[in-house]
């Protein structure tokens, strides 16, 4: 069974950084797309980053090209979130699909079969 942890999220200052972990399982990593995706209050899930299985080719979103980092090793996802603003306040989440890795599929939250808890990232002063 699949099963995704997040962790890592909380209170940040705007210019802030923060790291947030999914933990997964090396079989996982191996055969599944992963994507961060996040949910402010009032708005739909929006993609972030996503990972490809093998060859580690990442996207990223327009709203966090150049502040984010998506990596991952044998058994956990990253996300580096630097110059945090009040706009990433939300929600993420990780997911796992087991589809291939296309930009415009992997942004879309209907391509994920697996999802987290979620852990919640609040920037504010």
């Known amino acids: 069974q699949v099963q995704l942890v997040e962790s890592g999220g909380g209170l940040v200052q705007p210019g802030g950084s923060l790291r947030l972990s999914c933990v997964a399982s090396e079989l996982t990593l191996q055969y599944y797309v992963i994507g961060w995706f996040r949910q402010a209050p009032g708005k739909e899930r929006e993609g972030v980053s996503a990972?490809?299985?093998?060859?580690?080719r990442i996207w990223y979103s327009d709203a966090v090209k150049g502040r984010f980092t998506m990596s991952k090793d044998k058994t956990t996802v990253y996300l580096q979130m630097n110059s945090l603003n009040p706009e990433d306040t939300a929600v993420y989440y990780c997911a796992a699909t087991p589809l291939g890795f296309a930009p415009d599929l992997v942004q879309r939250s209907s391509a994920y079969n697996i999802w987290g808890q979620g852990t919640q990232v609040t920037v504010s002063s």
């Open positions: 990972i490809d299985k093998s060859d580690d």
